[in-house]
């Protein structure tokens, strides 16, 4: 593309009805915020526990900060991994059940990292069609060969691994697919995985701290463990409220990583300060289990009064909760009327999900009380006509 191309190409991307616009979002209390002057409802973030703005994890992040600053300085392999980063990754691979954890900045250089490290040319990498963005960049970088089933179609998948004459196999799936809001079939992924000799690669980023008995994720829910599931991604950013991602698995998993993943090798450590306040957010989210069983209450408080106004609703007994509207410029209709009744529930469009497919995506948070859960359902009942 030519600089000159640049006004042609975003006149384009308005007229299809896919321009995205930021909103700046000031002041917050609980789920409100204020923009603009106005007081709006967030039903679109992903702090599904209601920990990021918890009084003892920020008194967390500000002791640490006094203590080690707020930048770490440098990457992990010089000089910036110390012990607030090695207490963090001991204590999420003792939540997850593995030998070893290891933080990465974000969740998308944690997947890139992982699968451009375990995947190389020649090999072959097999993915859900709905898998999130990451996951899909990182087998395109690695030069692997990328294979992509139709969603959850393990006959697919089948016939496909059946097929593939490549020695490297690696199997890649969300947990929760963050735009559907359902679960991957992980018992069956991990008995294809078995049969292959392959990895199987989970990301549960919108699993982890919710989903499951004590909110280990879907490999809890599904009664799996690290041998079903060698290579584990989860996100700090949404149940646990703060900033950042690791990757849990085996000793050997987790050294070959430091030394072949590039987004953990080039990169600046978390800081300091960020991964204290997560310790205390992961101890929290354990300890206390009411945050988990009130989330659950809203989510079958929505589901069931959503149903019952025949809103389109798709299946998904997780905080996503997505309204399927299908065009694009209907779907940015419905999110400005909202907007205008004071409820921020985000309009989302291709390519984030398939073209046709243009739905609202609302998030529930344990912070939510139950009286503005309704208020929301009043307000899609008059702007969203109902399913047939």
């Known amino acids: 593309m030519r600089p000159d191309e640049l006004p042609a190409r975003l006149a384009q991307i308005e007229a299809q009805g896919l321009y995205r616009r930021r909103l700046v979002l000031e002041k917050r209390l609980g789920p409100e915020f204020e923009c603009e002057g106005r007081r709006l409802l967030n039903f679109c973030s992903n702090d599904y526990l209601g920990l990021s703005d918890h009084r003892e994890v920020i008194k967390a992040m500000q002791t640490a900060a006094e203590a080690y600053g707020v930048g ?18 001991e204590a999420l691979a003792e939540f997850t059940g593995r030998e070893r954890a290891l933080l990465f900045s974000t969740g998308y250089m944690a997947n890139l990292g992982v699968i451009t490290a375990l995947a190389e040319r020649g090999d072959w990498v097999f993915e859900d069609r ?20 139709a969603h959850g179609d393990m006959d697919r998948l089948c016939a496909d691994l059946a ?3 490549a020695r490297g196999r690696l199997l890649v799936t969300d947990g929760v697919f963050s735009m559907d809001g ?25 699993g982890l701290g919710v989903i499951g008995p004590s909110g280990r994720g879907v490999v809890e829910h599904h009664g799996l463990g690290p041998e079903d599931v060698p290579v584990l991604m989860g996100t700090l950013g949404k149940a646990f409220g703060t900033f950042g991602a690791f990757v849990a698995g085996s000793h050997d998993l987790i050294e070959y990583l430091i030394q072949r993943a590039r987004p953990y090798i080039y990169t600046t450590a978390l800081p300091a300060a960020v991964a204290e306040a997560t310790r205390v957010s992961l101890a929290l989210a354990r300890e206390e289990s009411w945050r988990r069983d009130r989330l659950a209450a809203l989510i079958g408080r929505f589901r069931s009064r ?10 998904s007994n997780t905080p996503i909760q997505p309204i399927l509207i299908g065009d694009n410029e209907a779907a940015l209709g419905a999110s400005r009327a909202l907007l205008e009744a004071g409820f921020l529930v985000v309009a989302i469009r291709p390519p984030a999900v398939p073209v046709g497919g243009a739905r609202l995506r609302v998030t529930l948070s344990t912070v939510h009380e139950e009286s503005q859960v309704d208020r929301l359902l009043e307000a899609l009942a008059r702007i969203i ?4």
């Open 72 to 89: 770490s300085g440098a990457s992990h392999l010089v000089s910036g991994h110390g012990p607030a980063h090695q207490a963090l990754e």
């Open 130 to 149: 709905l898998n999130h963005a990451s996951l899909l960049d990182g087998a395109r970088l690695s030069g692997a060969r990328l294979k992509r089933y």
């Open 163 to 165: 097929q593939c004459p």
């Open 182 to 206: 359902d679960l991957a079939p992980l018992p069956e992924l991990a008995a294809l995985a078995r049969e292959a000799n392959a990895w199987l690669m989970v990301d549960d980023a919108h």
């Open 306 to 315: 959503a149903l019952q106004s025949g809103l389109p609703l798709m299946e």
């Open 385 to 388: 006509p109902a399913a047939p």
